[in-house]
């Protein structure tokens, strides 16, 4: 019994100890489409780069934990947003894009207004 608990525990702990896994473009094509992305280890959080032509994302792994957040900007030049988030390949697919948050900003206005 004493055996069973050790390597329970034992299982557990490595659990807690593994990476988060990231897509990342390659070293050599920093920007890159999600086909040529990889997966990769990151013991911080992910991060999404996009423009709005959505063509090519930069999609890379910073090494400090960061909480979830999207934010919209001007990223070289260019109108885009970036997303940092924190669970497997959370990075891979479309994020949480600036006119959705817009729409939820207005909902959440109205149904405050509703409330008043």
Same mark, same amino acid.
């Given at each position: %019994? !004493?055996?069973?608990v050790?390597?329970?525990?034992? %299982? ?21 489409e ?9 013991s911080g959080?992910?991060? !999404?780069?996009?423009?709005n032509?959505?063509? !090519?994302?930069l999609?890379?792994?910073?090494p400090?934990?960061? *909480?979830?957040?999207c934010k ?5 030049? *260019? !109108? ?14 479309p ?11 207005i ?10």
């Amino acid at each position: %019994m !004493k055996v069973a608990v050790a390597v329970l525990i034992l %299982m557990v702990s490595l659990h807690a100890g593994e990476a988060l896994k990231c897509k990342t473009c390659p070293a050599l094509e920093p920007i890159c489409e999600l086909e040529d992305t990889q997966d990769s280890n990151c013991s911080g959080s992910c991060v !999404k780069v996009d423009t709005n032509d959505h063509e !090519k994302s930069l999609r890379f792994c910073i090494p400090l934990k960061s *909480k979830d957040t999207c934010k919209s900007g001007t990223i070289a030049g *260019k !109108k885009g947003y970036y997303c940092v988030c924190n669970t497997d390949l959370c990075n891979s697919g479309p994020s949480i894009l600036p006119p959705s948050v817009f729409v939820l900003t207005i909902l959440l206005a109205v149904a405050r207004g509703l409330l008043n």
